[in-house]
């Protein structure tokens, strides 16, 4: 049985105008405060402009790491974009680890 939900994912029994049947989301939400494992699933990147102060959301990645601590203390996540994190996939980058590292506080669960 699918529940009917008003289209800002809270759950209504009730018929009401503007409701559909959809099955319930998640909202994204911070890698750094998700239990369990992060590695293979999908994330969304906060790029901040630092001269504008400007955020911008880069989705299609995937975690290739757990959160790591970096050569200068930073909390990290190595991320690679979608289409490379599928095996067979040809490799983005040349380095001895794939991906980029990403700050854990700007990378959010889809």
């Known amino acids: 049985m699918i529940q009917k939900f008003r289209c800002d994912g809270v759950p209504n029994m009730v018929a009401a105008p503007g409701l559909v049947e959809a099955r319930p989301t998640l909202a ?12 293979g699933k999908r994330v969304i990147l906060i790029s901040v402009d630092e001269v504008t102060g400007r955020s911008e959301y880069l989705r299609d ?10 050569d200068s203390g930073k909390r990290v996540v190595r991320v690679v974009d979608e289409a490379a994190s599928y095996p067979g996939a040809e490799p983005v980058r040349t380095d001895p680890e794939p991906g980029t590292l990403w700050p854990a506080e700007l990378v959010w669960l889809e």
Not at 28 to 39: F, I, K, N, S, Y
């Open 61 to 70: 990645h995937r975690a290739i790491s757990e959160v790591l601590v970096d």
């Open 28 to 39: 994204p939400r911070p890698c750094v405060t998700e239990a369990g494992p992060l590695t």
